[in-house]
Structure formats: C-alpha cells, structure tokens
C-alpha cells in the first residue's frame, strides 16, 4: 500500500469492510495474555479502533485500573484481501464523551446489541503506535504504517 491519500483511501476501504478484530490485553500484573474477537469501528484520523466489553470479561480485568499495552488484528479470515496488524494500547473511555463513535459503531454493526447504557459494558478504545499491513492480492505487498 502506497503512503498517501490513496493509500490512506484504501485502508480505510479495507477497515469499513471488516466487522471483527481480535484484540489480545493482558490479564495479570504477571503478563498473562487473553485474547478476544470483536466488533469494531475505527477513526481513521487519529487511528484509533473501539470495542464495546463487558466489565465481566476477562479482558477487562485490567482495563478497569489503567491503560495497558496491546495488540490487534484485522482480516484472520480465510479470504480477506489483507491483514493488518498493530500494537499499542487500550483502555476504557466514557462513552457519553463519544457519541458519534457510538453510531457509527451501531451503524457498522447493524444493531444496537452491545448496549453501552448498560452499566455492564464498558468502550474500549484502541490506539496503534506501531502498524503493519499486509495485502496479499494480486502480489503480496507489506506496509509499515506511519502513526
């Protein structure tokens, strides 16, 4: 993918075409990892990626006490044209400071299931620092992203 407008108008195309990322946040103070598929919406400036997660899962165990590093990947399905993958960070985000995340989430979705009024489900939001993307047709080509 080629830096630059263009290419920045075909990573997003990839980005609005894909529902789920996989996210992997660790658990324990001791580094255990979890990982998890979610739905996602993204902002394509500042790149930035947001989940809605139950308080109650185990991703969430450290999420609710700071900003913790993790990774994320888009495109793990069979025929995806691409994969991107990233590290950097998340943590939770009030929501009622982010409305129109929460429509275009919605919107992406299709629905409002992950309902974020309930006091059970937080927003995570997701922040690269490092990117890589990888798309395989008709050539495989890998670009590192500048953040």
Known sequence: MQQGEQGNQRLQDFLTSELIATIAVPITEAGEIHIASLVF????????FYFVSSRTSEKFALLSHATVPAACVVGTYNK???TLQMRGTIKEIDHTTVPDVMQQYHNKRGNTHDNIENP????LCFTPTWARLTEYKPDTVITFLEL
């Open 80 to 82: 995806t044209p691409a």
């Open 41 to 48: 919406w993204n902002c394509p400036a500042p790149l930035q």
């Open 120 to 123: 059970d489900n937080a927003l």
